[in-house]
């Protein structure tokens, strides 16, 4: 699918229209990529999403860029990993369907998306690329916007499992397939 794309790089220099924040719910910054994307935001990032109260995990919340290339930042509080029993793959789904859904209703053209839930949350790898994927290409399967969607993955060993996985269940023939080489920003 040309819509979709996984990449290796830092998501703040993104520039794509918007980049989601896998963000914790108080929306007040955090460790990884959250801390990262609102030290390259500035304060006036913080100073807005004091205004928004929070955030459910598994929802998203819309905020502008300031300092960030991308016009704005779809803040989406991943699930904590517990095991796999309490509802985690439902929740990291939802994360990547609000942003979707939301970056639709706002007219945005295209989106950067990290590995959400991945890090500190420490949802392993390995189970969170396929709920991640299936979530990113049901949906593009059925709306228009938005037009690009990329995956920023922090490593080359995490857009490596990511790509695994897409030519896996995606790549429907071997011109299909992404190469093991990943493209950078």
């Not at 108080?26 to 390259?40: N, Q």
Request: glycine share 10%.
């Amino acid at each position: 699918m040309n819509r979709f794309s996984i990449l290796v790089g830092d998501i703040t220099r993104s520039r794509a229209q918007a980049i989601a924040n896998a963000a914790n719910t108080t929306l007040l910054g955090g460790s990884g990529v959250d801390g990262a994307i609102h030290a390259a935001a500035g304060p006036e990032l913080l100073a807005e999403c004091r205004t928004l109260g929070g955030c459910e995990t598994g929802q998203a919340r819309l905020t502008r860029g300031y300092r960030l290339p991308a016009r704005y930042v779809l803040h989406t509080p991943g699930p904590i990993w517990r095991g796999g029993q309490e509802g985690e793959a439902a929740l990291l789904a939802s994360c990547y369907r609000s942003c979707l859904t939301l970056a639709e209703s706002r007219g945005i053209e295209s989106l950067d998306f990290p590995s959400i839930s991945t890090g500190v949350y420490g949802y392993p790898l390995t189970q969170a690329a396929p709920v991640a994927l299936k979530a990113i290409m049901d949906f593009l399967r059925d709306h228009a916007l938005p037009r690009q969607v990329r995956l920023v993955c922090h490593t080359r060993e995490t857009a490596a499992v990511y790509r695994q996985v897409w030519n896996m269940w995606y790549a429907g023939t071997k011109e299909e397939r992404l190469p093991e080489e990943p493209e950078t920003i």
